[in-house]
């Protein structure tokens, strides 16, 4: 067997609207770029464990929860926050409650975090702001203190708030709530009268947390990423083949369909996809839509390793997680023709960019044994 494309596994190449994938046979590296795209700057978690800002059209490698990095690719979204590191700024009420700007380090390594001194052990800093109601959104931030513990209750998008600890190490606290109502209240509020350092309030319409949006006088939206277009005809197989994507998808009703594709680069039938639905299916597909095999009980939140075989047209196999899960139908093509191209979005389109991080994918020109893709995906 040959694996004739590979990206990540640590192992990340990155330019300017670049991320290289490498075909490694013989040990004779041959870059075969995916382009990449995105039109605004975002941040990122870097090795030192910082958080950073990179500029428009630079791919995000993040570390936070991966020493081996991942490919990070995310929808568009928007901090709602206008001052999202300003907490003495009059944008925020504050009740029971000093703001000393500029007191400790922040995650993102400079001196911008700011300290809130609780005088009462109902203090709070508070933002009144117009939703639209009936949708989820989700509120966080990070905190600690200088020493010790603090408790306190963060929300009231819906009319609650749930308990926090913090300690003196920075986390990122989130909740998402469905607003009730078009005027909430997102706040911070104490339990306890001490001191609570701060940094990176945010607040965006969807039902998980996306990577921080710093914010200054305004609302900042970061645009959503496409990864696209590696490969070529020497590459990929059309008699037989593996597809295997390590990635950790993000779940939210933001989109209909999001999808990993092998095809000829067209709209045609001449592809195969695996696709991500709003409703938590994980699906495959192969010519005119034929559905294959769909998952409607696995655990999309969690790190899946995905290998999907395809053998002269009718013989599929798919192991998630070291499981093989059957076939539903088999597609109508009679032969693929002339599959070149590898994209992290539906293929020949612009629609469906996969959303959560990647980790690792592989091309395998040959068909595996059972034995050898259930090794791969465990």
């Known amino acids: 067997m040959a ?14 609207d670049t991320v290289l994938a490498f075909n490694d046979q013989n040990n004779n590296f041959k870059p075969l770029p995916f382009s990449f795209s995105r039109a605004s700057s975002a941040t990122v978690v870097n090795k030192d464990g910082l958080i950073e800002t990179v500029g428009s059209g630079e791919p995000r490698i993040d570390f936070k929860d991966n020493t081996k990095g991942a490919l990070l690719l995310e929808p568009q979204r928007t901090n709602l926050i ?17 703001v000393i700007s500029d007191s400790a380090v922040s995650p993102n390594g400079t001196l911008n975090a700011d300290k809130l ?70 706040k911070i509020q104490t339990t306890e009268i001490g001191s609570l350092l701060l940094y990176g309030f945010q607040v965006e319409q969807g039902s998980y947390a996306t990577s921080y949006i710093p914010t200054s006088g305004s ?46 680069n067209t709209t045609g039938s001449n592809f195969i996809t695996i696709q991500h639905r ?12 034929t559905t294959i095999i769909y998952l409607q009980n696995i655990d999309m939140s969690q790190n899946l390793k995905i290998a999907l075989q395809y053998k002269n047209v009718t013989d599929f196999k798919l192991y998630v997680n070291g499981t093989l899960y059957p076939i539903y139908s088999t597609p109508t093509n009679s032969a693929f023709v ?41």
């Open 338 to 378: 002339g599959l070149s191209t590898l994209d992290f979005k539906l293929r020949g389109s612009s629609s469906g960019s996969w959303a959560g991080q990647v980790r690792d994918t592989k091309y395998f020109d040959k068909a595996l044994t059972d034995a050898q893709l259930q090794a791969l995906t465990q």
């Open 278 to 289: 709003n409703n938590g299916q994980l699906r495959v597909y192969a010519g005119n839509f």
């Open 82 to 98: 206008e001052y999202s590191e300003d907490f003495s700024n009059y944008y925020w009420a504050k009740s029971g409650a000093v």
């Open 117 to 186: 001194n609780f005088t009462a052990s109902n203090g709070e800093i508070v933002k009144g702001m117009t939703f639209i109601s009936g949708q989820k959104y989700t509120m966080s931030f990070y905190a600690k203190t200088e020493s010790g513990t603090l408790d306190f209750a963060y929300g009231n998008m819906d009319y609650s708030v749930i308990s926090g600890t913090a300690t003196n190490e920075w986390q990122r606290f989130v909740i998402t709530q469905t607003l009730p109502t078009a005027t909430r209240f997102p």
């Open 3 to 16: 694996n004739t494309l590979e990206l990540g596994n640590g192992k990340w190449a990155t330019g300017k």
């Open 219 to 264: 609302a900042v939206t970061r645009v959503a990423e496409v990864c696209k277009g590696a490969g070529n005809e020497q590459v990929f197989n059309d008699s037989e083949g593996v597809i295997y994507v390590e990635t950790q998808p993000f779940t939210d009703g933001d989109y209909t369909s999001l999808y990993i594709s092998l095809s000829d």
